[in-house]
């Protein structure tokens, strides 16, 4: 519980100094002062207390040049933590065991299109599985993170419903999961665990204010203000897909009409490109015939884009977000619909607010969602009252 504004002063503390060796690997406590702003003092109490949980360990010294006295560089300790990632897609459930430093150890995956009960008995026979694999060490299994791509009540972990995946309507994952296994279990949105994946490891790195756009099936987008998810009131933000642009009288699957999504998604380039020209075909399909040079297939791609670049433009205007990350399926080996999508939203946006704006495409692909749940779970656990409650 957070007692009081001190409480809450010391766990931002720590989140800086974990963030600090996080990107830089190897920093002696001057350095984690100079670059968080905080005291010496306030340093060394905090890595007296990380040092305790084995979160970071001591890594000798290095050579002064001035030939002054050699400061102790600290590093995070890879194995004194492990979370585990959970993806839970339209197409299969995959979960990665990860260290501290955020390098996989086992990952699996089962392909397939789960229910809710079946899904339950994937995820727990995964963990278990990364438990044997952990031997003795498994107690410092720090949580589960889960990312499921549709509505979900953070706080609760209560999934409302997953628009593609039947039977996962008003589920209570975290508490279902957690009667069954040990660690604490925290599930979001796919969109905003992509936001938090890029900005740990990712092409976010460094940014402050940052907005994922995530496009398949449908699309949405995931925010990170000030480090921090934005979640909204309740089970979702960042619904860009069912923000009114109009150009289309296609009925949405919402139940309304004009939606992005009916213009932008992978589905609605499948249906578009149906009409242009009778056949169905997948998406992957159509860019490959756009890179074969097919106008028909052209003309649907840049569309998507134009309709796209629109929403992210109006995004820019609003949020002033320095990083805009495209990611999702849709824009793998289809460069002519990236360059599509950065012109048009840089041509929709206020100049004042684009400039500097990065636009670029995710790095971590289609494990962007499973990193940030990973996040998710440093973030959660490594804060002062989760280590009192470790002891
Ligand atoms: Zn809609």
Same mark, same amino acid.
């Given at each position: ?78 194995e004194g933590g492990y979370a585990v990632g959970i993806e839970i897609r339209t197409t299969a459930i995959k979960a990665s065991l990860v260290n501290l ?100 490891? %990712?092409? /976010?790195?460094? *940014?402050? =204010?940052? !907005? @994922? ?5 449908? $699309? %949405?987008? /995931?925010?990170? *203000?000030? =480090?921090? !998810? @934005? ?5 979702? $933000? %960042?619904?860009?897909?069912?923000v009114y642009f109009g150009g289309s009288e296609e009925i949405c699957r919402c139940g309304k009409t004009g939606c992005l999504e009916t213009v932008a ?45 629109r929403g992210i433009g109006a995004l820019i205007n609003l949020f002033g977000p320095d990083s805009i990350i495209l990611g999702g399926r849709v824009f ?60």
């Amino acid at each position: 519980m957070i007692t009081g504004n001190y409480e809450v002063i010391k766990s931002v503390n720590i989140s800086l100094v974990l963030d600090a060796l996080r990107q830089h690997r190897e920093l002696s406590r001057t350095d984690i002062a100079r670059m968080t702003g905080l005291t010496t003092g306030t340093i060394t109490n905090i890595v007296t207390k990380l040092l305790e949980h084995g979160f970071v360990k001591e890594k000798g010294s290095v050579r002064s040049s001035s030939g002054g006295r050699k400061p102790t560089l600290l590093e995070l300790h890879a194995e004194g933590g492990y979370a585990v990632g959970i993806e839970i897609r339209t197409t299969a459930i995959k979960a990665s065991l990860v260290n501290l430093l955020a390098e996989p150890l086992v990952t699996l995956e089962k392909p397939g299109m789960f229910r809710y009960a079946q899904g339950l008995e994937i995820i727990t026979e995964m963990v278990e599985k990364f438990q044997q694999s952990l031997g003795r060490a498994h107690e410092k299994m720090l949580g589960i993170g889960v990312s499921v791509p549709g509505w979900v009540d953070f706080t609760m972990g209560k999934i409302h419903n997953l628009p593609n995946l039947p039977g996962w309507e008003n589920v209570y994952l975290k508490n279902d999961l957690e009667m069954i296994l040990k660690p604490p279990v925290f599930v979001d949105n796919d969109a905003n665990l992509s936001a938090q994946g890029e900005l740990w490891f %990712g092409q /976010g790195k460094g *940014f402050g =204010q940052l !907005i @994922y756009i995530l496009v398949n099936d449908g $699309v %949405g987008a /995931g925010f990170v *203000f000030n =480090q921090q !998810i @934005y979640r909204g009131k309740g089970y979702s $933000v %960042g619904e860009l897909g069912h923000v009114y642009f109009g150009g289309s009288e296609e009925i949405c699957r919402c139940g309304k009409t004009g939606c992005l999504e009916t213009v932008a998604s992978g589905k609605a380039m499948e249906t578009k490109y149906r009409r242009l020209t009778g056949e169905t075909i997948t998406v992957e399909e159509i860019k490959q015939r756009l890179l074969a040079g097919e106008e028909q297939a052209r003309q649907v791609v840049l569309q998507a884009a134009d309709a796209l670049g629109r929403g992210i433009g109006a995004l820019i205007n609003l949020f002033g977000p320095d990083s805009i990350i495209l990611g999702g399926r849709v824009f793998r080996h289809n460069q002519e619909f990236i360059d599509a999508v950065k012109e048009a939203a840089l041509k929709y946006a206020l100049p004042v607010m684009s400039q500097g704006v990065s636009i670029g495409v995710s790095k971590l692909k289609e494990d962007s969602s499973i990193f940030g749940a990973v996040a998710l779970v440093f973030q959660s656990v490594l804060q002062p009252y989760s280590l009192y409650a470790l002891k």
